[in-house]
Structure formats: C-alpha cells, structure tokens
C-alpha cells in the first residue's frame, strides 16, 4: 500500500464519498463525510485511494449481531482516533482520485484528516477486509468513477 504527500493509509478524512442509489455512485456524494483510507495509490498521476464507508453510532441493522464487515467502534475506541462513537463498513467501498472533487478539504492545512488509525488497528481493518474478500466478495459494494 501506498502513500500520498496528502493523505496517507489509516487516515480518516473529510471526504464526499459517493452514495448509493438514488445518487450516482460514481460521483462525489451531495454531503461531506468522514471515510478511512485503506490504501493510497500513487502510480497514476493523479492518486488514487481507496475508501471504506464510515457512519456516526453503532451498528443499527436489522439483525442484533454486527454483520461480517463492519466494525463498531466504542466511545473508547473512537476518541484514540479522533472521532466519536460510530461503525466502519467495510461492504461499502469506494476508489476514487485524489482531488478536491472528491475531498473538500485538501488544500486545507491536514488536508481534512481528523485522525489516523495505528498500526494494530490498521492490520486488524485490513484482515477484516482480506476475510470478507476471501469468504464473500460478492456482498462488497464498489464505488466510484470507473
């Protein structure tokens, strides 16, 4: 994985991630809001990352288990990256450039990131991610400009 003078891998950024329908999935979403960087691309000339959807509370699906994917984070666990108490769904994901079309904030000082996750909690994201793609690919969402 990658890294960009902007944002790095296991960074939670300001960003408009794309939404699903009604809204085109391939364009920046109509609100900003926080994603994590699982990975930073930087061959293209412009860099490409790739985001997981990220959403404020817990978990509040139909089911009384946390489905495979997502991951709730306490308030504990949310204030040692920055944030309040809130989910990562790593079923949502999305690729997208490097540019202010699509991170509102970049040419801020910290470029809109509000935190950043360390080493074991990246490695446990990533093996979340690696199980899911492993056991159930069909069930991740892709979005983004193609």
């Known amino acids: ?47 490409q990352l790739l985001l997981a ?26 204030k040692a990256v920055g944030q309040k108490p809130f989910h990562m769904d790593l079923r949502c994901l999305a690729q997208v450039p490097l540019t202010a079309a699509w991170f509102p904030d970049l040419a801020q000082p910290g470029h809109g990131v509000v935190g950043v996750a360390g080493a074991r909690l990246q490695a446990r994201i990533e093996k979340m991610l690696q199980e899911l793609v492993m056991r159930n690919r069909d069930l991740i969402q892709m979005r983004g400009p193609r």
């Open 1 to 47: 994985m990658g890294q960009s003078a902007a944002i790095a891998d296991g960074s939670f950024v300001w960003t408009l991630f794309p939404f699903g329908p009604p809204d085109p999935p391939d364009r920046p979403g109509p609100v900003r809001h926080i994603g994590f960087v699982l990975a930073v691309d930087t061959k293209p000339s412009t860099p």
């Open 53 to 78: 959807y990220t959403s404020s509370g817990a978990w509040r699906g139909s089911a009384d288990a946390v489905p495979q994917g997502v991951i709730n984070f306490s308030e504990a666990d949310a």
